[in-house]
């Protein structure tokens, strides 16, 4: 982790702790700065605001491996939100217990998109629910089918790959 640091003119645990304060707290990185003076430390809004872009994607990789999969049932919705002025599809999937499997912000509501969706949660979680709860939305459904049947697809040529050096060549 030592080695993630260097180069940067403040300890790393100010910059852990600036990082940390940002994502778990709603602080603007002018409130960050703010927080900072009063303890003494001289920084910039922007040089918080370059830790945040350069150690969010490092930190979310590190404490992902830590992260408790989401539930084997699914309740799977979209839904349409404006953001910076612009209107999206946000597709969202959460457990049983309301915890967040995945979500993506596409342009378009269609079969592509829920797709895309489904390939990336079952891609980040790594195991297939056992339920899919969908709205009546046949997009999603179809979306959802192909996705589930390409990762079944590619398990089984996985499996059928580790397991061809151990069958037997005919005539051998």
């Known amino acids: 982790m030592d080695g993630l640091f260097k180069g940067w003119h403040f ?7 600036c990082v940390r304060w940002y994502l778990r707290y ?3 990185f002018r409130d960050l700065a703010e927080m900072m003076a009063e303890r003494g430390l ?3 809004h922007t040089t918080i605001m370059r830790w945040i872009q350069c150690y969010v994607p490092e930190f979310e990789k590190r404490w992902n491996r830590f992260a408790r999969p989401a539930g084997r049932s699914w309740r799977v919705d979209e839904t349409y939100v404006k953001i910076r002025g ?18 993506l912000l596409r342009a378009k509501r269609d079969v592509a998109a ?9 891609q980040r979680q790594g195991q297939l629910p056992h339920k899919i709860t969908l709205d009546g939305y046949q997009a ?18 996985e499996q059928a790959r580790s397991l061809s050096p151990t069958i037997p060549a005919h005539g051998a």
């Open 26 to 28: 709603k602080l603007s």
């Open 86 to 103: 612009r209107w999206t599809y946000l597709y969202r999937a959460v457990d049983k217990e309301g915890n967040t499997v995945d979500f």
């Open 140 to 157: 999603s459904h179809r979306g959802a089918a192909e996705a589930l049947s390409e990762h079944r697809r590619r398990d089984d040529c």
């Open 114 to 122: 829920a797709k895309a969706f489904f390939r990336r949660a079952l």
């Open 42 to 44: 001289s920084l910039a």
């Open 11 to 17: 300890d790393q645990e100010i910059i852990v702790l």
